[in-house]
T-cell receptor, first 115, second 115 residues
Framework: KAGVTQTPRYLIKTRGQQVTLSCSPISGHRSVSWYQQTPGQGLQFLFEYFSETQRNKGNFPGRFSGRQFSNSRSEMNVSTLELGDSALYLC??????????????FGPGTRLTVL | AQSVTQPDIHITVSEGASLELRCNYSYGATPYLFWYVQSPGQGLQLLLKYFSGDTLVQGIKGFEAEFKRSQSSFNLRKPSVHWSDAAEYFCAVGRRDSSASKIIFGSGTRLSIRP
């Protein structure tokens, strides 16, 4: 069974630009969660999508948004990039039916650098 | 709100020595608890999880963790570490009262192995 895939793996953008990251979950998984990982703030929850609906959201500004498609693939968008958005963005998929008891499987992440 | 504290930022142990990584949580009820490991440049891999029942949980790669309600702790242990165990380890807590898959991560403990 293929794992969680994230594209692209590396991305360099400049301030003010926008970026879209993609995540393909494990086949059969309906929940996709996104996390931001930085040296200063650690791993922070961004949002979770389940069956194309946002089910939970972390404390991030509205510049961060996401969506999920009918095939469970998910995209995350960051508009008007700031230097502080430089981070590793991790996607995790799970079956989505049992809340926190679901095992989350993480992708390798997308390393975003904002110049 | 739930929170997780990993008091040790960096630990170095000799290969073959025993290991204990500390984790303390704050949550109003019995939480769901997890330990994840992250190798450089990789996503997170689940080592073990505790939901209920036996307070000593066995995981992959020879790791175990013990849930101690009285101390609000969920420390990770391994009797004999291998050089390949060098990585960053994250403790995490999930909520029982939510259908969402959101989990809160600790700040991580970086493990180095001395040859």
């Amino acid at each position: 069974k293929a794992g969680v895939t994230q594209t692209p793996r590396y991305l360099i953008k400049t301030r003010g630009q926008q970026v879209t990251l993609s995540c393909s979950p494990i086949s059969g998984h309906r929940s996709v969660s996104w996390y931001q990982q930085t040296p200063g703030q650690g791993l922070q929850f961004l949002f979770e999508y389940f069956s194309e609906t946002q089910r939970n959201k972390g404390n991030f500004p509205g510049r961060f948004s996401g969506r999920q498609f009918s095939n469970s693939r998910s995209e995350m968008n960051v508009s008007t990039l700031e230097l502080g958005d430089s981070a590793l963005y991790l996607c995790a998929s799970s079956k989505g039916t049992s809340g926190s008891t679901d095992t989350q499987y993480f992708g390798p992440g997308t390393r975003l650098t904002v110049l | 709100a739930q929170s997780v504290t990993q008091p040790d930022i960096h630990i170095t142990v000799s290969e073959g020595a025993s290991l204990e990584l500390r984790c303390n949580y704050s949550y109003g009820a019995t939480p769901y608890l997890f330990w994840y490991v992250q190798s450089p440049g990789q996503g997170l891999q689940l080592l073990l999880k505790y939901f209920s029942g036996d307070t000593l949980v066995q995981g992959i790669k020879g790791f175990e963790a013990e849930f101690k309600r009285s101390q609000s702790s969920f420390n990770l242990r391994k009797p004999s570490v291998h050089w390949s165990d060098a990585a960053e380890y994250f403790c995490a807590v999930g909520r029982r009262d939510s259908s969402a898959s959101k989990i809160i991560f600790g700040s991580g403990t970086r493990l180095s192995i001395r040859p």
